[in-house]
């Protein structure tokens, strides 16, 4: 991804080069992403469908959360706007009024991402002033993407090298890093270097000495089984997020497999016994054996650190549970663009790079813990410990406001907007204890039309839009049927 977008915006007076080897393996399961990705997709200039067919690439348009709070319960994240506003607040204060009443159903009928999901349709929306737009994100296969990308880098004079790195060279007086040294007595000097060494961090963590800040007490999953399985019908629009007694299990839908991952804590449970629960959980034939991973969760002290930058795994883990890790890569190579130094780097410039990127992992990492604190799974230690643990201040703040009055405080530009998180906190099961007194200035019956007519929108548009296999098919997705066993 830095490669594809250096090369897409650096001019003539850049070179580029990709330090790489097939010898490494890579993490390879982020194949959910959230809709920021098709922003990154444009600005390279990628057509929608040759990337959708290059990568197996499905449709998202939100997430479905299952377990969190009882064993039956269910909601969605859904993508876009719930309902519309009414005046000078927003919908749900509206939807609370109602359904105090018992006059409005689930808050998540009223979302359109969330009709066409499950009724497993998908489609390319043009909004209107009844109609609200439709985002959606991806899911595809990593690898096919990172192979999709590498032939768009190298077609723009992106120069890739093969080789591992044995020793990073540094300036004598600067200290910055002059030089990698590669296996075979090969060396590749640069300017600027930007460590996707993963979590080696094999540049701004063994080279520089930036340390890393552990997130495990609030986020205490620490593992990971991934195994991809047999696809299955119907293609469903949608991640999905499936409690567990010691984490979650994840399924994402691609177009040749589903891949499939239980996230926990060893604390709280064995590897096989993770690895078990995962196989008897899956909807389809696992295609293979499940593939271990450990991580902690936490970010480096800091991200950009002399003349090295790090994006991915090197520069933090925030577990996969909303989707976000693609974005802040995408967030980190756009950051990269914003503050491109000419010469050498501002302390200034890196300073803000710095501020800016701590800010967004930090909100991220909220929204993230919101899930694991608001849980309802009683009786199994992981979550009644998450439901009693210390929270960061800034999420104390977030909850006690939505709590009280149902009102959603965002500070600046952080990444989930008023619609995420009021769709978490009462999908898991945060109810406020008042709405704001203007929804009280609705009469009764006019607030029901308002709601049937909202209600009524999304089905209707929802009703309208291709079956999601019939959406990819006629883009010239080629999608394999599952075989059919009497």
């Known amino acids: 991804m830095a490669a594809a977008a250096l090369s897409r915006f650096c001019g003539p007076g850049w070179r580029i080069r990709l330090v790489e080897s097939e010898e490494i393996g ?11 990705i098709r922003l990154f997709n444009d600005g390279l200039g990628i057509d929608e469908a040759e990337f959708l067919r ?5 449709i998202k348009l939100g997430i479905e959360f299952r377990g969190w709070t009882a064993p039956d319960h269910r ?3 859904a993508f876009g706007t719930v309902g519309r506003g009414l005046g000078l607040i927003g919908f749900h204060h509206y939807w609370l ?3 105090a009443a018992g006059k409005a159903e689930a808050f998540g009928a009223y979302s359109l991402n969330q009709a066409a999901a499950d009724k497993g349709r998908a489609a390319r929306v043009e909004p209107t002033h009844v109609v609200p737009p439709m985002p959606y994100a991806y899911h595809f296969d990593a690898g096919l993407y990172a192979a999709f990308l590498r032939r768009y880098a190298e077609a723009r004079g992106v120069e890739r090298t093969e080789g591992r790195i044995v020793d990073v060279v540094r300036g004598g007086e600067s200290g910055d890093i ?10 590749v000097a640069g300017d600027l270097f930007v460590d996707c060494s993963g979590f080696r961090a094999l540049l701004i963590g063994e080279a520089l000495g930036v340390g ?3 997130w495990r007490h609030w986020l205490p999953c620490d593992r990971a089984m991934a195994v991809p399985s047999a696809r299955t019908e119907p293609l469903t629009p949608l991640t999905r997020s499936t409690a567990r007694a010691a984490g979650w299990q994840w399924r994402i839908p691609l177009q040749h497999r589903t891949g499939n991952g239980y996230v926990y804590s060893s604390a709280h449970i064995s590897d096989d016994e993770a690895a078990a629960t995962l196989l008897a959980n899956l909807d389809g034939e696992a295609l293979g054996d499940p593939r271990p991973l450990s991580f902690t969760t936490g970010k480096r002290q800091a991200f950009w650190h002399r003349n090295c930058v790090a994006l991915g795994l090197a520069s933090g883990f925030l577990e996969p549970l909303e989707s976000t890790s693609i974005h802040i890569v995408q967030s980190g190579i756009a950051r990269i663009l914003q503050f491109l130094p000419q010469g050498e780097m501002a302390e200034a410039d890196r300073a803000e790079y710095n501020r800016l990127t701590h800010f967004e992992t930090d909100r991220i990492r909220d929204f993230l813990v919101l899930h694991y604190h608001a849980n309802g799974r009683t009786g199994e230690a992981l979550w009644d410990d998450c439901r009693n643990m210390a929270l960061p201040d800034e999420l104390v703040r977030k909850i006690g406001l939505f709590r009280a009055s149902a009102r959603v405080s965002r500070l600046d530009d952080e990444l989930f907007a008023e619609p995420g998180w009021v769709q978490v906190m009462l999908g898991q099961g945060i109810v406020p204890q008042a709405w704001h007194p203007l929804a009280d200035q609705v009469s009764g019956s006019d607030l029901e039309g308002f709601l049937a007519a909202i209600r009524t929108m999304t089905g209707r548009a929802s009703d309208a839009m291709p079956r999601h296999a019939d959406f990819l098919a006629a883009i010239g997705a080629t999608i394999p049927q599952p075989e059919l066993v009497a």
Do not use: F, K, N
């Not at 390879?28 to 959230?34: D, K, M, P």
């Open 212 to 214: 890393y800040e552990s």
């Open 178 to 187: 002059a030089a990698l040294t590669l296996d075979g007595a090969r060396s």
């Open 97 to 99: 009024r109602a359904h």
């Open 26 to 36: 890579t993490i390879g399961v982020g194949e959910a992403t959230i809709p920021q």
């Open 75 to 77: 909601y969605l994240h």
């Open 54 to 58: 290059a990568t197996q690439g499905t």
